[in-house]
């Protein structure tokens, strides 16, 4: 049996809700053994913002499973763009970020043979979505690109492994986490072996060649003018 795997990022821009290239978030692992999951942002996000992660079924207008999980994150520091994030289950810590987590329930349980995380702000009743990963045919709340990975049928661990340095734009990397052929997966979907989670380092930006030329051009305007005070 296979099982479609869709990444969808999602962003608040003036108000409106955009996909793919504006992307808030986009998670970048998924282990179903241990409750773990990463992701980074594209842009910063800024401290006391709350980010909900659920494993609840979003039908298109609201979430209609009330056996699923949901538990939060809140930032007490400012997350930075291309900060790799790591969440060790729902009440087990965070890594790439301070911030607190709170369970308000029991249910959130990762399955390797199918599942699905939110990430939202907002409320479960009016959700403003910020990216979204499944391993099954769950309503991705808005469209947007997919990842599929309906070749690593069952699999409980999985992790991006491609690039994370050398694009200009945070931006830029969500294409590449969105191609299948960058990920490495793990595991039978049993939930009983011992493969382990490694998520991708930080996600980092080189400055275009239009700006180290303006850079240039300043430093050389500050060196003249020091010369003629001088």
């Known amino acids: 049996m296979k099982i479609k795997t869709t990444l969808t990022a999602l962003t608040v ?19 179903a053994d241990s409750e773990q999951f990463s992701f980074f942002s594209v842009s910063d996000i800024a401290d006391t913002t709350t980010i909900f992660f659920t494993d609840d079924e ?14 939060e994150l809140t930032l007490t520091q400012a997350l930075s763009a291309g900060t790799q994030v790591v969440i060790d289950g729902p009440t087990d810590g965070v890594t790439g970020v301070t911030g607190t987590l709170n ?28 990216g979204f990963i499944t391993t099954t045919s769950d309503t991705a709340p808005s469209s947007g690109a997919d990842l599929d990975l309906s070749g690593f049928s069952g699999t409980d661990v999985f992790a991006y492994t491609g690039i994370v340095a050398g694009e200009t734009l945070f931006t830029d990397y969500v294409s590449l986490v969105q191609d299948s052929g960058n990920w490495t997966a793990q595991g039978d979907g049993s939930g009983s072996q011992s493969a382990s989670f490694a998520p991708p380092g930080d996600f980092s930006v080189v400055p275009e060649p239009g700006t180290y030329a303006l850079l240039s051009g300043i430093c050389a305007l500050a060196f003249v003018m020091l010369r003629r005070r001088s």
């Open 13 to 31: 821009g003036a108000g409106l809700l955009t996909s793919s290239a504006n992307a808030q978030i986009v998670f970048t692992g998924f282990d």
């Open 103 to 130: 369970q308000s329930d029991s249910s959130f349980n990762m399955s390797g043979s199918g599942d699905s995380i939110y990430a939202f702000t907002g409320t479960r009743l009016a959700p403003t979505f910020l």
């Open 58 to 71: 979003w039908n298109g207008s609201a979430f209609v499973d009330n056996n699923e999980g949901t538990f």
